[in-house]
C-alpha cells in the first residue's frame, strides 16, 4: 500500500488530525507515565480498602478486649484467667495438666 492510499483512508485522516495526536499523547501520558497516573491511582485505592479492613478487624478486637477487661474487675475472674492462661497456682498447691490424645500434636495429625 502506498502513502497516498493511506491518506485516503478515513481512519487515517481522523489520526492525523494534530488535536487527535495531542489528546492521544495526553491520555496516555496522563493513564500510564504521571506521577499521578491512574495505574498509580487503583493502587493506592486497593490499599485503602485493605488498610479499611484492618482498621475494622482492629475495632472489633478492641471491644472484645474492652469486654475481657471489664469481666477482669473481678479479684475471683482474675484469679480464673490466671490459673487457665498462665497456669499459676498458690503456694502449697499442685496443678495437674490433663492433655487429650487428640489435642497432642504427632506426625500422623501433622
Known amino acids: 500500500m502506498k502513502y497516498k492510499d493511506l491518506k485516503r483512508k478515513p481512519?487515517?485522516?481522523f489520526?492525523?488530525?494534530?488535536?487527535?495526536?495531542?489528546?492521544?499523547?495526553?491520555?496516555?501520558?496522563m493513564l500510564f507515565l504521571d506521577s499521578n497516573s491512574w495505574l498509580?491511582?487503583?493502587?493506592?485505592?486497593?490499599?485503602i480498602e485493605?488498610?479499611?479492613d484492618n482498621r475494622d478487624y482492629y475495632i472489633q478486637e478492641i471491644k472484645q478486649d474492652k469486654k475481657i477487661l471489664k469481666k477482669l474487675d473481678d479479684s475471683i475472674e482474675i484469679e480464673r484467667f490466671?490459673?487457665?492462661?498462665?497456669?499459676?497456682k498458690r503456694p502449697?498447691?499442685?496443678?495437674y495438666i490433663i492433655e487429650y490424645e487428640?489435642?497432642?500434636?504427632t506426625k500422623s495429625n501433622e
Do not use: C, G, Q
Not at 498509580?40 to 490499599?47: A, F, G, K, R
Open 11 to 13: 481512519w487515517f485522516k
Open 15 to 29: 489520526m492525523s488530525n494534530k488535536y487527535v495526536l495531542v489528546l492521544t499523547v495526553f491520555m496516555v501520558w
Open 40 to 47: 498509580i491511582h487503583s493502587e493506592l485505592n486497593t490499599e
Open 50 to 52: 485493605e488498610i479499611e
Open 82 to 88: 490466671a490459673r487457665e492462661t498462665y497456669f499459676m
Open 92 to 95: 502449697n498447691e499442685e496443678i
Open 102 to 105: 487428640d489435642s497432642l500434636k
